[in-house]
Each structure stands twice: as structure tokens, then as C-alpha cells.
């Protein structure tokens, strides 16, 4: 009888029932309306400990030790951003008051951020990452992944790698941004750095590498030579590729297997089908297109074709400064043809999977009992009532933190 707590019972364990939840999301297609979403009205979900323990018809709960009433508001999986550039320092508000008066975005800009980051003390990019962490922790996001790329050297790169992973285990090298300013003349002289002593110093701390493959970043073989060298050193490739232009990176995803293949604004026919018959998640980043006023990737397109999307902020300083799932969520929905189930999906198991985590995304039991209590009676009210604050309660690893 789980009504009484016994002293044995730590409160690490202790159960918790949220009933009278009007519609609960929990990405098990096997339950509810049987819909990706897997959609449960009148639902209730039991954490134990810091797990998800039992979802279902409220009127089938079992007891636990406390309880919560969801009052007829919706319970979703926690977001899973799946692409962030959180440890900076700075910000390039004159570059985005250049833009909004007809300036075009280029990756040039990142030249800016790398100086302000070097210049900035451990202390200075950790209180930053922690700033924009509860931001997104506010907004829903309980798993997020984030990267260096604004250091650029080995000792830059290493200490942002650092700093980044005391905060997440989803950790990404990125030192293959841009050229470093100091290599601009010798392009060959940095891809070894990056792929000898800068990979030494950064592949303890991380998970992924990740390559900016693009017109002025690096051109598809230099891609395919720093995953490949990540790749040998235990890391897991992923990609920025097809943001500004056409071209090989997205093929390249495929080619190496990548979890994931980011942006996917430009897209043939041929990239479109690559994916399609692949593992790699096409992760959309729609606040770059809405902060740099470009074409928004179609996602629909992708949809239609089978590709597995994954929605995600892409929060730096230069082409995306939000750190909001549910703005990301209503701008996909608005913009880029996607249903209000379909982004929200993406938000959350599509995050998971270009993260390939079957542990978060998703409600059912043995998951991590991460999730959000919305002031609405659906998810539905995540694209339908853009930028209204809806989130109201967050459960991190079973615990509440908002
Ligand atoms: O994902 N595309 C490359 N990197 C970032 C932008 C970085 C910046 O402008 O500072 C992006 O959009
Ligand atoms: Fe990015």
C-alpha cells in the first residue's frame, strides 16, 4: 500500500500521481488514440523516482504517495532541443538591427562571437549557459544539447566543451565552425588542427563533432575528413548542412551515417531522398529563418517523403537568438506546413531521436519523467496561442523545478 510512507521508503523513490489531465501526450503510438503522439484524454501519468512508473486512464491509476491535479490542462513530454550554441559570451544586437534594415546574414558574423568568447573568463560562459538554460527550462526544455565553435583554438574550444558538460551530457565539438581568423590565409593548416590536437583536447568532453558544411565554412571533403576523424576518435558525427545554399551535406549525413543533418533549408530531390532512406533526422531550426528572414525549410516536403524531423532553436547569438521550443513549435506550424501534432511530435521524440535517445521524448514507462504542465487544455495551444507563456509546471528526472 503505497498511501503510507515508510521510513525505508527515501525520497528518492517516492511515487507521485498527476491526474485530471484533459489530454496527455506521450509518443506511444500503442496508446491512447493511437496517433505518433499517442494521445490519452482524462489521463494520468506516476513518476517514481526519477522515471516515468505508469501513464493511462486516470480511473486506473494506482495509489502513490502524493498526488498532483493536472486541473484539465495538458502534460506533454518535456522538449528535447536537440541543437543549441549556448556557451558564448556577448551578443550581435548591431549585426541584427543591420539585417532588419536589409543587410543578408553570412556566417562572417561568427567572427564576432569567437572574439568576445575568447576574451571572456570560464566564470563570465558559465553564468551565460546557466542564464539561457533556465530560459529554455521555463519555456518546457528539459534535455538540450549544445556546442563550442566560438573559441576556435585548442584551449578555447576544450574550456567551452568543459564548461558545457557540466550542464548536459549531449555535448558537441564544434571546432570546425568557421576558419579560424588566424588560419584564414591556410584553411588546411586548421582542418589538422581540428582534426589532431583540438580533437586531443576536446573529444573527452564530448559526444558528437559537428561541421559547418557550407559556401565559406568547409566545403564537403574537409566535412567528410574532420566527422571521419571525430568518428575514429569515439565521437558521433552530426551536421550543420543546406542552411544558406545547395549542397553536400546532407548526402554527406547519409553517407557517415550522422544522427542528424541540421537546417535543411536548401533541399534537392536527390537530399530529400538520401534521408529518406537513412537513419539521420533532418533537425529544422526555424528561428534562424525567422531571425536572418529567410526561406523556411519545408518540412512538409520532408514529411511526405518519410524523413523523421526533429524542431529545435539552434539558440547563439547570430542567426537564432531564442532559446523557445514553443515559438520554434508555432513558427513550423504557421510557416513551414507543419500540423500541431506533427511539430509538437518533433519537439519532443524527434529531438530524442536525432539525440538517438529512446530515454526521453516520450511518456511510457522506464522513460526519464521529464515533462511539462501546460495552462491549456491541449498541445494543440502551443502553435494556436503563439508567444503566451503556457507553460506552468516542469518535472526534470522526477523532480518538479518549476
Ligand atoms: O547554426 N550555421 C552556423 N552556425 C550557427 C550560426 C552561428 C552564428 O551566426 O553565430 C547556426 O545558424
Ligand atoms: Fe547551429
Redesign the pocket.
Known sequence: NATTVSPAHSASTASTLITNIAALVTNDPSLGDGTPLGLIQGAAVVIEGDRIAWTGDQSKAPATDNRVDAGGRAVLPGFVDSHS?LVFAGD?TQEFNARMSGRPYS?G??RT?VAATRAATDEELEANLTRYLAEALRQGTTTFETKS??GLTTEDESRALRVASRHTAEVTYLGA?IVAPEFAQDPAAYVALVTGEMLDACAPYARWIDV?C?KG?FDGDQARAILTAGTARGLHPRI?AN?LSYGPGVRLAVELDAASA??CTHLTEEDIDALANSRTVATL?PG?EFSTRAEWPNARRLLDAGVTVALST?C?????FTSSVPFCVALAVRDMGMTPDEAVWSATAGGAAALRRTDIGRLTPGAYADLMLLDAPSHVHLAYRPGVPLVTGVWRRGERVL
Do not use: V
Not at 547563439?316 to 537564432?320: Q, R
Open positions: 550554441h550581435r556566417a558574423g561568427i562571437t565553435g566560438y565552425h559547418f557550407e565554412a550543420h542552411q541540421d537546417h531550426l534562424a539552434d547563439n547569438p547570430g542567426s537564432s
